[in-house]
């Protein structure tokens, strides 16, 4: 059954469109990155000593594998997103809700805010394939939005600007202050709030005196 199915993913080019939404969404946002200094910024970590984030690196790369590559040996990527890919209506949220948990578990790290950003496109572009009829099967199932998101969070904990940044953390552990390009999620929410003109300012309906 799996044989039949990546023959026919094969068919349709499947791996090829998946590779090439994920390197044209990725390069967007790098390039709005270098355009938007604010991007840069990073969202709060939480304070752990090298053993403790080596740890949680091996549970979301565990989280990963288990969402996109369960099965070992599949000559097609299968896992608990790809087979919820297939359950109509609810299969699509609920892996959905599954890849939120693993980018939850990333952001303690302190990623950048395009980081950040990045990992919300993977799954969103993995919901739209869940819901398109057919194609879109085959689509979410080579679509491995967990597994780009782990490779990505583990090329940012090996680059020098993390390491630079959680030196510094560690020295201003004491303080209830957010480091320095360290933005709260609270102050998060007020710049997307303002950002996106969904709120109408209420007029008065006074007359002038």
Do not use: C
């Amino acid at each position: 059954m799996n044989y039949a199915k990546g023959k026919i993913a094969e068919k349709l080019h499947v791996p090829q469109i998946v590779e090439t939404v994920r390197v044209q969404g990725s390069a967007q946002l790098v390039s709005y990155s270098k355009r938007i200094p604010y991007l840069n910024q990073t969202l709060p970590s939480h304070p752990m000593t090298d053993r403790k984030r080596t740890k949680l690196l091996k549970k979301i790369r565990r989280l990963s594998q288990w969402l996109d590559n369960a099965v070992p040996y599949s000559p097609i990527p299968l896992g608990i997103d790809s087979i919820l890919g297939f359950v109509p209506l609810i299969g699509g949220p609920l892996s959905s809700l599954l890849a939120l948990y693993q980018v939850y578990l990333s952001t303690t790290f302190g990623i950048p805010i395009w980081l950040f950003m990045q990992m919300i496109m993977n799954i969103a572009i993995d919901l739209i394939f869940s819901v398109i009829p057919l194609l879109g099967g085959f689509l979410h199932m080579f679509y491995k939005a967990n597994t780009y998101n782990y490779e990505a969070l583990q090329d940012y904990v090996n680059t020098p600007e993390y390491l630079e940044r959680a030196q510094l953390r560690e020295r201003n552990a004491t303080s209830n202050k957010p480091s320095p390009g360290e933005v709260t999620w609270a102050q998060l929410g007020m710049d997307i709030k303002n950002m996106v003109p969904f709120t109408t300012k209420k007029t008065s309906n006074k007359k002038p005196e």
